[in-house]
Nanobody, 124 residues
Framework: VQLQASGGGLVQAGGSLRLSCVAS????????MGWFRQAPGKEREFVAA????????DYSDSVKGRVTISRDNAQNTVYLQMNSLKPEDTAVYYC??????????????????WGQGTLVTVSS
């Protein structure tokens, strides 16, 4: 499975961005998917996750209420809609996929596929 993330960029505080992640492979619809991020000088952190069928989702406390994860299995794509962005949201965002977990899980070791990352910069 290859994951190609896009949609990052520079945005002012309070603005919005939608990240997309297109996955190759025929079994995308059975994978749990998620997003992690890593800010400069900080550890990688969980952002959001979604189950194989899109019914279950999970969010970190830092983004809950501002971010929505969704997926379109027909398009092999997972999305991360980010609203009310803050400067502390600045980071490289990574799309992830789990071939053994169909659920929305926040543990980084649950995911065996990682995309190349897309940079989100929020200016104050």
């Amino acid at each position: 499975v290859q994951l190609q993330a896009s949609g990052g960029g520079l945005v002012q505080a309070g603005g919005s961005l939608r990240l997309s992640c297109v996955a190759s492979g025929r079994t995308f619809s059975s994978y749990g998917m998620g997003w992690f991020r890593q800010a400069p000088g900080k550890e990688r952190e969980f952002v959001a996750a979604i189950s194989w069928n899109g019914i279950s989702t999970d969010y970190s406390d830092s983004v809950k209420g501002r971010v929505t994860i969704s997926r379109d299995n027909a398009q092999n794509t997972v999305y991360l809609q980010m609203n009310s962005l803050k400067p502390e949201d600045t980071a490289v965002y990574y799309c992830v996929a789990s071939s053994w977990s169909t659920q929305a899980t926040r543990g980084p070791y649950e995911y065996d596929y990682w995309g190349q990352g897309t940079l989100v910069t929020v200016s104050s």
